[in-house]
């Protein structure tokens, strides 16, 4: 196996899971290594194999957010990258757009011009539910990426990371670290995403529920927006208010740019700090060893591909070739690893640029 994530994952339809994404083809038994997810993987389908032979012409609607941050940037480049690779494939994306009521009727112009499946990564999954319930009424089959609708009737196959386990893995990375320090009641940080989203919801559980485990808690929460700018914000605002703290989890890699400039205008660095999703730049700054970044917890972008890759399948009725069934599954949950300075150098190629 010529990645080195597949010694900690096992394959479905070649594909790893285990080791924080689907880094290759949804088909293939022999994945080749990715680059960064910012130049969008490249790697072509493995010749031989019944999937990847050129079928029935389909043609794939595509609907994500604006490009606002790297890890969305990363989901467009890869999805599209996956679509190229297949010369049975036409990929249609409509404009990305935050505007929930945007977002809505360009995913309505792909259901008109009746396409052959769409990929949807919703701004919301409960505002954007009834126009995916529309496409799946309609008999286009829906891969919803990452960002889940709430009916199970609006998709035929969600893919997206474990936010849940991004949370348990930064709580125990942190929780372990404390107590090998001896630590007894630590200052303990949590800076979330948008408070209001399930996903971010569950990272925060998952993240209680770790610490709990240490006898630990949060000791102060607040929420950064997914933006570089709230990431400074917040973070001074958290420094200036606890003189003294032990750890921080921060979310998202692409606001903790924000983030770590705060810590570096304050001067401190009497703890030390978790990401999150796995940026290029986080696991840099870990690699270096230089600062207060010590770890970062998976959500690979990735999973963008896997979704082109799904739809393909579904809208050719084909199932996943390492599964005995005949379908690909209902609901494909990536796990979430731990990258530290140990193990960085495996990872970086799958890292996104922020």
Not at 118 to 124: A, G, K, R, S, T
Not at 301 to 314: G, H, K, N
Request: hydrophobic content about 40%; charged content about 20%; glycine content about 10%.
């Amino acid at each position: 196996m010529s990645n080195p994530l597949a010694r900690r994952g096992f394959l479905v339809g070649g594909a790893v899971i285990g080791a924080g994404a689907l880094v290759t083809a949804c088909t293939s038994n022999e994945p080749a290594a990715q680059p960064s997810a910012a130049a969008a993987p490249s790697n072509a389908p493995a010749a031989g194999n019944g999937n990847d032979t050129p079928g029935e012409k389909v043609v794939i609607g595509f609907s994500a957010p604006a490009a606002d941050h790297g890890w969305i940037a990363a989901i467009a480049k890869n999805a599209e990258a996956a679509a190229k690779q297949y010369t049975d494939v036409e990929f249609k994306p409509v404009e990305p757009t935050n505007d929930i009521n945007a977002q809505i009727s360009a995913v309505e112009s792909l259901i008109a011009a009746k396409v052959s499946a769409l990929v949807i990564l919703p701004n919301d999954g409960q505002q954007l539910n009834q126009i995916a319930r529309r496409a799946s009424d309609a008999g286009i089959p829906v891969v919803n990426l990452d960002r889940v609708f709430p009916d199970k009737l609006s998709y035929r196959t969600w893919i997206g990371g474990d936010n849940y386990g991004m949370g348990v893995a930064a709580g125990h990375y942190i929780g372990k670290r404390l107590k090998d320090k001896g630590v007894a009641d630590p200052v303990i940080l949590e800076i979330q995403g948008i408070a209001t989203l399930p996903l971010t919801q569950d990272r925060s559980k998952g993240f209680a529920d770790a610490l709990k485990t240490y006898g630990f808690s949060v000791t102060a929460q607040q929420d950064a927006q997914f933006t570089v700018e709230s990431g400074t914000e917040v973070a001074g605002n958290l420094l200036q208010a606890h003189k003294k703290i032990d750890a921080i989890w921060n979310h998202d890699d692409d606001q903790g740019i924000g983030v770590l400039a705060a810590i570096k205008e304050a001067g401190r660095n009497e703890f030390f700090m978790v990401g999150g999703a796995g940026s290029a730049n986080a696991m840099r700054d870990i690699q270096a060893g230089t600062g207060v970044l010590e770890a970062t917890v998976t959500y690979s972008p990735t999973m963008a591909s896997s979704a082109v890759r799904l739809a393909r399948l579904i809208a050719q009725g084909k199932g996943m070739s390492d599964l005995v069934e005949n379908e690909v599954p209902q609901s494909i949950t990536l796990a979430s690893e731990t990258i530290t300075k140990e193990n960085v150098a495996e990872y970086l190629p799958l890292g996104f640029e922020s």
